[in-house]
């Protein structure tokens, strides 16, 4: 190997591959290629080796951290939307994007299933619906030809007719409960939607009840904190208050107490107007609250006493109509209803 004195004055030491062969006369050739380039070539080789797995690990990571943030994302989307719609906004579907990939086609999927269950359900409330229809007709004729016999008719079968008189009222009213609901829940009745004085229409309710309370000696009053305007369908939410009172009566027993609350919460956001209804009957236990706003749900201990159990369902119905809420709550003894409202801005009342 041959190296330059510089190189040895600076003692930079340099790899070298060598080869030492004895020579005659006690000589020795000694051999040797410089592999310092090479190493240092090979140095080189490594580092960018190890430089681009890192880079490529690190963007590896950093692809994986996005796509793994906007599959969360569209996951997240799709999961609110089902929970949404399994609380009851069943005109919600899953938004697409039209990208044409797996989410989007699992989001078309899930929306042609909603679809198809809308349908069924559909289908379900028309042949409610049509029945309760075509009856009406029967059973009104039928109505008429027991009025004509009972008036014909000795004092003895007149009290059997007059028996048979109320059970065709009671189903003719439970068909017209159910043609109500159906129209308000479908859409096919909007409201009439006027500006109103609702503790106005709270006080003629209760006022068109006193007779009743009276003659079960119920005390029942009305107290409202301010002048409350709301916008609203008169006749809708009169019979609101009609049947949560009926019920308030119905299940409270002699000498019991109802009271009528409004009053305003959240003076400071989007002013809702709430209408308590506390009654001192035997109230309706925590885990039948919801149970008792489903069509026909009557409690076991209540099925004595008059009633088709579509009261509490047309509440609901016409409450949602006017982006309203029920709260049921106990009142030691007793059932509270809250009926909450948005307020209107308009001060003006009809
Ligand atoms: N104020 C109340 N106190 C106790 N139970 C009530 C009250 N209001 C309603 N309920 C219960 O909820 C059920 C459903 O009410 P509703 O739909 O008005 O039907 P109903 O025709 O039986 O009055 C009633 O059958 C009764 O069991
Ligand atoms: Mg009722």
């Known amino acids: 190997m041959y190296l330059s004195l510089s190189n040895i004055t600076q003692q930079k030491n340099h790899s070298a591959r060598t080869l030492v062969m004895p020579l005659p006369g006690n000589l020795i050739l000694l051999n040797g290629l410089d592999i310092e380039s090479a190493h240092q070539q090979e140095h080189m080789i490594f580092n960018s080796l190890i430089t681009g797995i890192a880079i490529i690990l ?5 692809g994986g951290f996005i796509i793994g943030i906007s599959t969360i994302k569209k996951i997240n989307l799709i999961n609110e939307t089902i929970r949404e719609i399994g609380q009851g906004n069943l005109s919600l579907r899953v938004p697409t994007r039209g990208s044409d990939d797996d989410y989007d086609l699992l989001a078309i999927n899930i929306n042609q299933m909603l679809d198809q269950i809308n349908k069924l359900m559909q289908g379900i409330q028309n042949i409610s619906n049509n029945i309760a229809h075509d009856l009406r ?112 009566i119905k299940y409270t027993p002699k000498q019991g107490n109802i009271s009528v609350d409004i009053c305003c919460i959240n003076k400071n956001s989007t002013d809702n107007i709430r209408i308590e209804i506390a009654d001192s009957g035997i109230g309706i236990p925590e885990g039948e609250h919801k149970k008792v706003l489903e069509p026909f749900y009557r409690l076991e201990k209540h099925r004595d006493h008059q009633g088709n159990g579509l009261g509490l369902s047309l509440v609901s119905a016409i409450i949602n109509l006017h982006k309203g809420n029920i709260e049921f709550q106990d009142n030691h003894p007793g059932l509270r209803i809250c009926i909450n409202l948005p307020r209107s801005n308009n001060s003006v009342v009809s």
Do not use: C
């Open 137 to 248: 007709t029967p059973l009104t004729r039928l109505r008429g030809h027991l009025e004509s016999i009972e008036k014909n008719s000795d004092n003895e079968s007149a009290n059997d007719i007059r028996e048979a008189l109320l059970e065709t009222d009671n189903l003719l009213s439970t068909f017209n409960a159910m043609l109500r609901i159906n129209k308000v829940e479908s859409g096919a009745n909007k409201g009439h939607f006027t500006h109103l004085s609702l503790d106005r229409l709270v006080s003629d309710v209760v006022e068109f009840y006193e007779p009743l309370a009276e003659d079960k000696e119920i005390n029942l009053s009305v107290k409202t904190d301010a002048p409350y305007s709301i916008d609203a369908d008169r006749d809708m939410l009169f019979q609101v208050f009609t049947n949560l009172l009926d019920n308030a």
């Open 58 to 62: 690190l963007l590896g990571a950093i």
